[in-house]
């Protein structure tokens, strides 16, 4: 997909989202840039996941502008029917969830699990679809020959694996990423965020990450978004925001991590 | 030769938030040029701020007062206005920093790490990868390490990684923060000839050296960082 590097990729105005009396979301602008990784960080409860929410079409809205930009020009999510964003969530968008229970099929093989998003882009022949699954178990250090098993049977670092394959393997353009390494023993998440790297420098994606864990955030995003009671409080190049933040509650937040 | 950096009068205070809204000036008024071909070292004691103007000039720390400016041949970006995506770009073409520590993601092989400098500046896959093999091996860290994650070495291989990183791909301004500081004598001797070879070829250089006799191999211009200091009873 040829990509306009002067446009941002999508372009966030006034996001408003409330949950009866909760501001879940409260006036959200910001830019996403071609090839960048994003990080959205903050203590649970201050929207970040809401916030991803709404951008990739999960959630409504109550106010405000989502653009993203298609053939080198920026559309209005908002203004797209039903089908039309559902073909662009299955083609050109990922979304990684944080249990891989709500982003996997569970009933399901592993091979349908990858296979699925190729036949929404109208790939037929089973034989190629079989040999693309393949492919991706291995670039995700899963065993292909664990293809025709149930995710069930999976450990939960493989399961979370498989759902990045199965959303990376029709080269989407942009992967929200909610808590992609949330839950997971540390040489598991060092193996997947070695894996994502390669995958945002090689296939040149650019994502949006949700996530708590500021050593993940500096190691894979290029900004940061500091999030709290639903609000933007501050933003910047990840280094930056964690070695010089400016508002209190960013402050309190990197000094709070443990040392290892 | 021609000015690559300007610093103007920066500086800097820490507000911190989280205790009792303590203000510290770390960088009072800080003046200094550094041109094409020169290297600059910052000297006095720890504490005197010198990493603090490093982090400054790589658009780590915001500016607090004053400006720096950066001159990229075709237009100069005047730092302490410059958005991300300026900041981002200027790093990728023009302002390297070799900082004390290596920090990298886990798993990922040294060849890798010092390659992928390389590549991202634009170099091809093939290119990037034997430079690297040579830098690593001037670097005398061994071969059979290329290829293991870096976490695991001792303190000098992992700076010795970071500056063949550097190397592999070095900008118009190099930023240095003691890349001498746990390296044996004959490791010492090569990285400081590799400093000296960017000089010559025209490379801007701010650095901080601590002992006499680097600076002098490097012909550095010293600027004395304590008169930046905030005065004691301010």
């Known amino acids: 997909m040829k990509m306009n590097p002067g446009i941002p990729l999508l372009k966030v105005e006034n996001l408003h989202k409330a949950f009866g009396k909760t501001k879940a979301c409260h006036d959200i602008s910001f830019e996403l840039w071609p090839g960048e990784v994003l990080g959205i960080v903050g203590e649970s409860g201050s929207g970040k996941s809401t916030l991803l929410r709404l951008i990739a079409g999960l959630l409504e809205p109550d106010k405000g502008t989502i653009s993203y930009q298609q053939n080198s020009k920026l559309i209005t999510l908002t203004d797209l029917d039903e089908p039309a964003l559902r073909h662009l969530q299955r083609t050109e968008w990922g979304f990684v969830h944080q249990h891989p229970s709500d982003g996997l099929r569970m009933n399901v093989s592993a091979g349908a699990n990858i296979g699925e998003r190729l036949m929404a882009n109208n790939w037929r022949h089973y034989g190629n679809i079989r040999e693309k699954a393949q492919h991706w178990l291995k670039a995700v250090e899963i065993d292909p020959a664990r293809i025709d098993d149930l995710p069930r049977t999976f450990s939960g670092g493989m399961q979370q694996r498989l759902q990045i394959a199965r959303n990376l393997v029709t080269n989407p353009n942009l992967v929200f990423l909610d808590e992609p390494t949330g839950g997971l023993d540390v040489s598991v998440q060092a193996k997947l965020l070695d894996l994502l790297r390669g995958l945002v420098s090689n296939l040149g994606l650019s994502a949006i990450m949700v996530t708590h864990d500021l050593a993940v955030a500096r190691l894979l995003s290029t900004r940061l978004i500091v999030m709290k009671q639903g609000e933007i409080i501050e933003h910047g190049l990840t280094d930056q925001v964690l070695e010089d933040p400016q508002a209190a509650y960013s402050q309190l937040l990197v000094s709070s991590v443990l040392q290892v | ?234």
Do not use: W
């Open chain 2, 1 to 234: 030769m021609q000015e690559r950096l300007k610093i103007k009068n920066l500086s800097k205070n820490f507000v911190l938030h989280t205790q009792n809204g303590a203000i510290l000036n770390i960088l009072n008024n800080v003046s200094l040029e550094v041109r094409d071909g020169e290297i600059v070292a910052l000297c006095g004691p720890s504490g005197v701020g010198k990493s603090s103007l490093l982090k400054a000039v790589f658009g780590t720390y915001r500016i607090s007062q004053g400006d720096l400016v950066i001159n990229c041949g075709a237009k100069e970006i005047h730092l302490a206005k410059a958005s991300p995506a300026e900041i981002i770009e200027l790093r990728k073409h023009t302002i390297g920093y070799v900082s004390q520590f290596l920090r990298v993601i886990p798993r990922v092989p040294t060849i890798e790490i010092v390659a992928n400098a390389a590549i991202e500046a634009g170099a091809s896959s093939q290119q990037a990868t034997e430079k690297a093999v040579a830098l690593l091996e001037q670097l005398r860290i061994p071969k059979k390490l290329h290829t293991l994650s870096p976490l695991t070495f001792s303190g000098g291989e992992q700076q010795r990684v970071n500056i063949a990183r550097a190397m592999s791909a070095p900008r118009p301004i190099m930023l240095f923060d003691e890349p001498t500081a746990s390296l044996d004598p004959e490791n010492k001797t090569t990285v400081l000839t590799m400093i000296a070879g960017l000089k010559k070829s025209g490379t801007a250089i701010l650095g901080i050296f601590h002992d006499r006799n680097d600076r002098e191999f490097l012909n550095a211009r010293e600027v004395e960082m304590e008169k930046y200091k905030e005065p004691e009873n301010a």
